[in-house]
């Protein structure tokens, strides 16, 4: 049966009619860095993303991290996703795999995924291949250089905003200067920034546009073929920054920015668009991205802006590190609530059937609550790749099943068939 879209998915639904109505035939303006104004109109209209050039980042982490990204593939780690968007169940043209503290989960699109652990002091993971083990590692390595890069960068934007310079650096190459914290803020500034940047999961992303021919088209502005559509990253905690590393497996040889010939961006290399949210006024950027580069979204951009990623040429793999909102969404917590719902299952041992212990109206709705919970209306869930076995007692369930007459039947780690979801 088709769900009914929530009062959300109608209102941001009219809201694209209505913006795509007044465009007509026409393309909204936006500007790449062969425009003069581009970076002006980067430090008035987008000061809260920054980008941190290859160059800047130590050589010896990207050859660790850009070996790791290889190395998963290999392995077989990431899968395309199945969401689901205005009550349809669409399998994403990008191939993901969640990485992070042990029991964390994030969810987009109605899929919720779990994580694979990377080895957290403390964790008890057990890895399969020693190769998946040290790819964990190098990705929580990266986490940790972009936590302190991103503390850095909100540094940088708050001492602007305090001596009230418009002129936000929002390029950064190797040679740029960096400040410290200074004795401008406080201690409660200091902790209110690193809790920002305490990013616990990273989204791993991985496409081939070549053999996906059925990209859509950005539809505002012209940009181009999108591997993932424009968007708000959900699931986060609020203000939270986020932080991309990009690797595209070749870079194709740019075209000069003088060229004649090549209006917009070059569809040969991948890009990040920007905009700001339901407005046709302010020119979109559209953001190169280089082997080896950083973007950081910053304080309530992801919240006022939207951003899409538009495919280039060659294969590319992500690293998006963010600060999942998962007060109830650690794997515990929702083996706890199962766990609970469960005490009024009576198994009946003689013919294996199960039966409720009561049938009180309270008692009903109280496990009804539990089990939609997390499954508004049904959430499907992302396979952990057999190359990583996690502690303790794990029971996913499958799509198109209720959790609960699963998790009656086994509370330990199972493979289920399809690969995940939100």
């Known amino acids: 049966m088709k769900r009914t879209p929530t009062a959300e998915e109608r209102e941001r639904e009219a809201k694209k009619l209505r913006l795509l109505e007044e465009l007509e035939d026409t393309w909204l303006p936006y500007l790449t860095p062969k425009d003069d104004e581009f970076y002006q109109q ?14 800047s980042v130590p050589e ?52 919720r995924l779990f994580t694979v652990p990377w080895p957290v002091k403390g964790s008890d993971a057990k890895y399969h291949e020693a190769e998946v083990a040290a790819a964990c590692q190098t990705f929580l390595k990266l986490n940790d250089y972009l936590q302190v890069e991103t503390i850095q960068a909100l540094e940088e934007l708050a001492a602007k905003e305090k001596a009230n310079i418009d002129a936000v650096p929002v390029c950064i190459g190797p040679d740029f200067p960096r400040v410290g914290m200074g004795s401008s803020f406080d201690g409660q500034d200091e902790i209110d920034m690193k809790n920002r940047a305490a990013y616990n999961v990273t989204l791993l992303n991985f496409m081939d546009p070549p053999k996906m021919p059925y990209l859509k088209e950005e539809p505002y502005f ?42 917009g961006r070059d569809p040969d290399i991948w890009h990040v668009g920007f905009k700001i949210s339901w407005d046709i006024e302010t020119p979109g950027l559209a953001i190169p991205l280089h082997q080896g580069d950083c973007y950081f979204m910053l304080d309530d951009l992801n919240a006022t802006h939207q951003h ?35 005490q009024n299952i009576r198994d009946e041992a003689d013919n294996g059937e199960v039966s409720l212990k009561s049938l009180e109206p309270v008692v009903l709705k109280h496990g009804e609550e539990i089990h939609n919970e997390h499954h508004e209306p049904r959430e499907h869930l992302k396979r952990v790749p057999e190359a990583v076995s996690l502690p303790g007692g794990t ?28």
């Open 42 to 55: 980067w430090q008035l209209k987008y000061p809260k993303l920054v980008l941190r050039e290859a160059a």
């Open 395 to 422: 029971a996913l369930w499958r799509r198109d099943e209720d959790p609960l007459p699963v998790m009656a039947s086994t509370l330990s780690v199972s493979q289920y068939d399809d690969r995940t979801i939100q």
């Open 308 to 342: 899409c990623v538009l495919a280039g040429l060659p294969p590319r793999f992500s690293s998006t590190h963010r600060v999942a909102e998962c007060s109830t969404g650690t794997l515990d917590y929702i083996l706890q609530r199962c766990q609970l719902a469960l």
């Open 60 to 111: 010896e982490l990207h050859k660790e991290v850009q070996e790791a990204f290889l190395t998963l593939h290999k392995h077989g780690c990431l899968f395309r996703d199945l969401v689901r968007i205005q009550g349809k169940d669409l399998l994403t043209p990008v191939s993901r795999i969640l990485i992070g503290n042990p029991g964390c989960t994030y969810k987009y699109l109605n899929t």
């Open 222 to 263: 012209g940009m181009g073929k999108m591997a993932v559509s424009w968007h708000h990253d959900e699931n986060l905690v609020d203000r939270s920054a986020v932080a991309v590393y990009s690797y595209s497996c070749e870079d194709p040889e740019e075209e000069s920015e003088d060229d004649p010939q090549l209006e």
